[in-house]
Nanobody
C-alpha cells in the first residue's frame, strides 16, 4: 500500500505565496517522477510541474518563473513553492507519483493524492 498526502493549501491574496507539500509513504521501492497537477472549476486537470528522480524539472508556461518544484529524496516528499500568485492559480492541486512498489517488480505504479485547495483572492 502507498499513501499520498498533500498539504499547504489555503487562501492567499494576489501577489502572495504558498508552499505545498506532498509526502509519499508505504511500500515504496523507488520514486521515478513526482508531479503537481491542478484543476480549476469547470476546467480540465493540467500539469503544473514535475521533477524526476534525477532532479530534472518541467514547468507549465503559466507558472514559469513563479513556481519552484523541489524534493527531499530521504523523505519521498515533494514541494511546490508558489510565488506571485494570481487569481487564475486558484484550483485544487493534486500530487501525482510514479513509483516502483514492493511486490510489483519492474512495474511503474501511478498514485494520486486527494488534493489541496489553493484560493487566490482579495
Amino acid at each position: 500500500q502507498v499513501q499520498i498526502v498533500e498539504s499547504g493549501g489555503g487562501l492567499v491574496q494576489p501577489g502572495g505565496s504558498l508552499r505545498l507539500s506532498c509526502a509519499a509513504s508505504g511500500s515504496i521501492v523507488s520514486v521515478h517522477v513526482m508531479a503537481w497537477y491542478r484543476q480549476a472549476p469547470g476546467k480540465q486537470r493540467e500539469l503544473v510541474a514535475h521533477i524526476t528522480s534525477h532532479g530534472n524539472t518541467f514547468y507549465a508556461d503559466s507558472v514559469k518563473g513563479r513556481f519552484t518544484i523541489s524534493k527531499d529524496n530521504t523523505k519521498n516528499t515533494m514541494y511546490l513553492e508558489m510565488n506571485t500568485l494570481r487569481p487564475e492559480d486558484t484550483a485544487h492541486y493534486y500530487c501525482n507519483v510514479v513509483l516502483g512498489e514492493l511486490g510489483s517488480p519492474g512495474v511503474a505504479m501511478n498514485y494520486w493524492g486527494k488534493g489541496t485547495l489553493v484560493t487566490v483572492s482579495s
